[in-house]
Every structure is written in structure tokens, then in C-alpha cells.
């Protein structure tokens, strides 16, 4: 029997088994998903999750993953079928463009304001800083908590809490934090953080962490704050982090920086905004990594599973799930074989195996080419590319392969199905979910700028 014939029974039965775990249960009417207008009462808290640059394409992907590998539904998903949310379509636009960066996204959650792409809570064309949602959130007594797979001071989380003209100042960026003094940061970026900054948040009463161990070792009060930053840069992507061990010792998964981050703001007395990014799902759109992308969109989905366990313990609790702007533009393209490759006719009778191939990949572009991939060309670029993703060129292939640099993409649409349309950001409508109280006051279309005032009414808080 050919492997073709073998991949493909092998997806089929997973295929069935999946619909046996999930097609008897019950999904929410449409009537039912509305029930979350009964919360009554403000929001003591928040949690705003953002899949950074999730387009509809990756969500779908990731929950397909999910379900012919380990035969399981996605959070997301299984939030959809069971939970009474609210869903609304967003549009993205930034002030000058309408196609946004992340800085100016998180500025329309952050200060609610449209400012110019590249900087944070600006208003455009001046240096007027906008009054941010860390200012009202403290105002009001509650704590606030940001946490990143990309650097701390990176553009998503910088716009909930600082105003300045340009995202790449990070150093200036750490500072702010500092400053304004936002009660827990974590996630990467440690060489934006001298050793005389991190003294002044020791000497500021921060609690510091710089590995797993350390973070998952620690006891727990809201009078404390905390930074920890794991990395140099960002954190891995997901795909490398599950299959190197020196990283799974040193780095925290996003799922255990959430509930970090919520055992410790849970404590505080008047309430909390967490802000939870998964971050590297943009940059794995960015790299065309379809992998990449699947497995951090999967790390984002198990935090979602942890803000839902909190969320179920405390209904004082508003949740938001969304994204900021897709990316990439990736998705699954319908792929047909032949009668040679062992497949029977069919239109696009190909495209559960090829799409079964993405398991076989056990690195990300980025890691390859940091790791001596990048150089590589014809026959020791083909035998690097069988050992991290399972994908076997063809001669030709072979031939015309110039080190990653050069088509990547291109091979591995040709091997899987899965093709992007650039490796830009995208200005498509995104998905937008809230739960809990508060959750009636979105609408089923908004703008980006429209959420910062919704959130201030969902927690009682004055502009």
C-alpha cells in the first residue's frame, strides 16, 4: 500500500473519530448566543486577549490542526458551540491608512483614538499624548497587567499604556512602564532593560523574574508588582519552544504567564485589566510559516482555556477575544491528485493530505535560519528541510532551492496546500468575541477606536 493511500486513511480516521467526539453535542441557538445581554452589573475585571494578526484563515487552520492531530476541539471553537457570547466584526483602520500596524491598533483599544501607524497614543500630527486606558484603569483602582510572547515593550502592549511618537523606541517604552507604573509585565525583551533600569524597578518594589522556575516558583500578593522577561528578544515561537528542551526551561508558555498574571491581579481588591498577547502569530504571518502559525494560534487557544477557568470562578469578569489586524493572508487551498498518486477522482481530492503533512514539521523558518538553514542550498538545504518539517523536495525542487531565502513559501504551499497572499498585514474585518458583564454593550459591527469608551462603561469607569 502506497504512504499516499496510508496518510490519507490515516486523516480520514481522524476525521470520523473527531466527529464522533464533537457532531452529538449540542450547539448554542442563535437566540441562546445572545444571552450574554442578561450579565447585569459592571465588570469588576477584564481580561482583553489579542491574537495578533489572526486573520479567519489561521483560526481555521489551527482548530483543523487540532483535530486530525490530537483529536480534540479548539477553546475557541468549543466557545463558540457552548458559551453565550457576543460576536461583532471589526474594522481596523488607523488614522492614515487603511491597513493598520500594530501600534496604531492597540492606540484605538488603548486611548481611543485612531493615530497614525508607528506610533502609540499620539494624536496625529502633533505630540499630544492621548490619555491611555492604564491612566483610567488606575484611576479607578484597579490594577493593570500586560503580557506578551513578544517583547514587553512591543507595540500591542505599549498601546494600553504609554503615549509616545514612535513604537520603536522600546527603551523609552520601558521606561513609561516604569512611570506609570503598570503592576505586572511579562514576556520578552530583556536588551531593552539596562541593568540600572531594572535597578529602579527593584528599588519601585517590583518583584523580577528571568526564567520559568523563577516565575512559576512565586508566591503571590496584589501589593506587589511584577516584571518578568524571559529573552533577549521575543519569546520563541510556539513550534520551537515544544521541541527544544533548553527553551522549555528557560521560557513560560503564554497559558502559564496568563495564569500567573491572574493569581496575582485576582488578588487586588477593586478589580483588574489584563491585556494577553499572542504576538508571534503576526510574525509567523510575516515569515509565511504556516506551521509557525498553527502551533502559536494553539498556545493562544490553551490561555484562552485559563482566562475561561477564571472566568467561570469569578462572572464579575468581562472577556474579550480578538485581534488587532490579520496577516499574511493565509489559507487552505483546495488541492487535487491524481489517479497516479493513488487517489480516486475527486475534486480537490488531494487536500486532506496535503494538509496532513503539516504535522510532519517540527521547527519554524525563523529557527531554521537563525540555526544555519538560511545558507544553505540544493541537497543540504533538501536534508535540512526532511529533518525539520518532513517535506521531501523533488529534484527540481532541489535544483532551483537557494537557501530559504529564496521560495520557501512557494515549496511548502506546493507540499501542504497552504499559500498566503504577502507577507504584509492585511485590512480585513476581524472577529471579535465578548463574555460576561458588559458583553451586551458591543455591537455586531464597530470600529477598532469604538472598544476603549465600551470598556470604560463596562467597568464604570469616567473618561
Known sequence: MSSTVTSRRSFLRASVLSSAVFGSERALTAAETRQSSLHQGSAKNVIFMVSDGMNHGALSLAKQYHTLVHQKETNWIRMYRERPIVRSLVETFSANSCVTDSAAAASAWGGGVRVNNGSLNVVPGTATPIRTLQEKVHQSGRKMGLVTTATITHATPAGFAVAINDRGKEEDIARQYLERRVDVLLGGGQKFFSPALLRDYSAAGYELAGSRDTLLGMQHDAATPLLGIFTEGYLPMSIDRDNVPALQQQVPTLSEMAQTALSRLSRAPEGFFLMIEGARIDH????????????????????????????????????????????????????????????????????????????????????????????????????????????????????????????????????????????????????????????????????????????????????
Open 284 to 463: 509567523a504571518g510575516h515569515a509565511n510559516d504556516a506551521a509557525a502559525s498553527v502551533h502559536d494560534q494553539l498556545a493562544f487557544d490553551d490561555a484562552i482555556g485559563v482566562a475561561f477557568e477564571f472566568v467561570d470562578r469569578n462572572p464579575d469578569t468581562l472577556l474579550i477575544i480578538t485581534t488587532d489586524h490579520g496577516c499574511g493572508g493565509i489559507q487552505m487551498n483546495g488541492v487535487s491528485g491524481s489517479a497516479d498518486q493513488g487517489f480516486a477522482p475527486g475534486i480537490y481530492n488531494a487536500s486532506s493530505l496535503y494538509f496532513d503533512r503539516l504535522r510532519g514539521f517540527n521547527r519554524s523558518i525563523e529557527w531554521m535560519k537563525q540555526n544555519g538553514v538560511s545558507g544553505l542550498s540544493g541537497p543540504k538545504l533538501a536534508e535540512s528541510l526532511q529533518q525539520f518539517t518532513g517535506i521531501a523536495l523533488t529534484e527540481q525542487q532541489v535544483k532551483d532551492a537557494q537557501g530559504l531565502k529564496s521560495g520557501v513559501a512557494d515549496i511548502f504551499k506546493a507540499h501542504t496546500g497552504i499559500g498566503w497572499t504577502s507577507g504584509n498585514h492585511t485590512g480585513e474585518l476581524v472577529e471579535f468575541c465578548a463574555f460576561g458583564p458588559g458583553s451586551q454593550r458591543f455591537p455586531a459591527f464597530q470600529e477598532n477606536r469604538s472598544i476603549h469608551a465600551q470598556l470604560l462603561q463596562a467597568m464604570e469607569i469616567s473618561a
